[in-house]
């Protein structure tokens, strides 16, 4: 087909926009819209909606729309292969339910009786938080993770763990002078310390 031809222009397009600019915007999900360019003077312009060729054109797509719905469904032995292409591609993700009917509340109002939606949401939030604390775990360093599992067994209560000196700051001094003023100094002596890598 033939961009200037009835077909293009007449058919399945508008004298402003053509059939295979309207196909490519539908396939690219987008709905069509006709602007007109108005010159401001001084080499300025700008852009405005053309309601009348917006709507016809927005006629055309639908109508492109419609033609391949019937070309896609016409013949058996197509719409099952698209049908079979589209959900092995496509529609193959299914999201993950929970199920909290397991769960017990101890301490709750016996009075209160959760419904199964409610108990779904509980067991949702506790599988997200198990997953959370795993990330932080992996984030951890192994003295680090070492104590928050003697904390999780009771073994200590409060456990402390060294760090070596780069990462500590003067406590004092971050209340004293505030949080900016020791920012500011830690990035000087960083500075610092790259200058006299580079000067070694």
Do not use: C
Not at 49 to 68: D, G, H, P
């Amino acid at each position: 087909m033939d961009k200037h031809s009835v077909a293009a222009t007449k058919t399945y397009g508008t004298s402003r926009m053509d059939a295979y600019s309207i196909f490519e915007d539908t396939l690219n999900l987008k709905t069509v819209t006709v602007r007109d360019r108005i010159d401001d003077g001084d080499g300025r312009y700008h852009y405005e909606v053309n309601k009348n060729e917006t709507m016809l054109a927005r006629e055309k797509q639908n109508m492109i729309r419609e033609k391949f719905k019937e070309w896609l469904f016409s013949e058996p032995e197509r719409r099952q292969k698209y049908v079979e292409y589209y959900n092995e591609t496509f529609n193959n993700i299914r999201l993950r339910e929970y199920d909290g009917s397991h769960l017990q509340f101890p301490g709750m109002n016996p009075a209160i009786e959760l419904k199964p939606h409610q108990k779904n949401a509980v067991a949702r939030i506790l599988d997200k938080e198990k997953h959370m604390e795993n990330a932080k775990t992996k984030e951890q360093t192994e003295p680090e993770r070492a104590e928050a599992e003697r904390v999780e067994a009771e073994i200590v209560y409060a456990p402390m763990v060294a760090e070596p000196q780069e990462y500590q700051y003067n406590a004092d001094a971050f209340e004293a002078r505030g949080v900016d003023e020791v920012k500011q100094e830690a990035a000087h002596k960083e500075v610092l310390k790259v200058r006299a890598d580079k000067a070694r």
